[in-house]
């Protein structure tokens, strides 16, 4: 299977806006679906927002207008736009391939902190 790399991670003032982005080994033009996770200390991980093959989109209702799910087949990268962070968005975020098996990136650490 394909490996997945996080970046993008980072400190940020509520507000304020990072881009992640997930690096993928091999193609992702015909997986099905990939999507962005996150795990809060303490909490389980929850799916923030997937991208489609088709370029379909879906979003938690906690992140519907701050944040944004892209992706650039020819790159093999999958991004996710975050804007107007909330302390509520600090999480490590994981990048996933939706599909029985799928893989997992290692993780990126972001923290929203005044």
């Known amino acids: 299977q394909v490996q997945l790399v996080e970046s993008g991670g980072g400190l940020v003032q509520p507000g304020g806006s990072l881009r992640l982005s997930c690096a993928s080994s091999?193609?992702?033009?015909?997986?099905?679906?990939m999507g962005w996770y996150r795990q809060a200390p303490g909490k389980q991980r929850e799916l923030v927002a997937s991208?489609?093959?088709?370029?379909?989109?879906n979003y938690a209702d906690s992140v519907k207008g701050r944040f944004t799910i892209s992706k650039d087949n020819s790159r093999n990268t999958v991004y996710l736009q975050m804007n107007s962070l909330q302390p509520e968005d600090t999480a490590v975020y994981y990048c996933?391939?939706?599909?029985?098996?799928?893989?997992w990136g290692q993780g990126t650490q972001v923290t929203v902190s005044s």
């Open positions: 996933h391939v939706i599909d029985r098996g799928g893989a």
């Open positions: 091999g193609s992702i033009f015909n997986i099905y679906a």
């Open positions: 991208i489609t093959s088709g370029s379909g989109t």
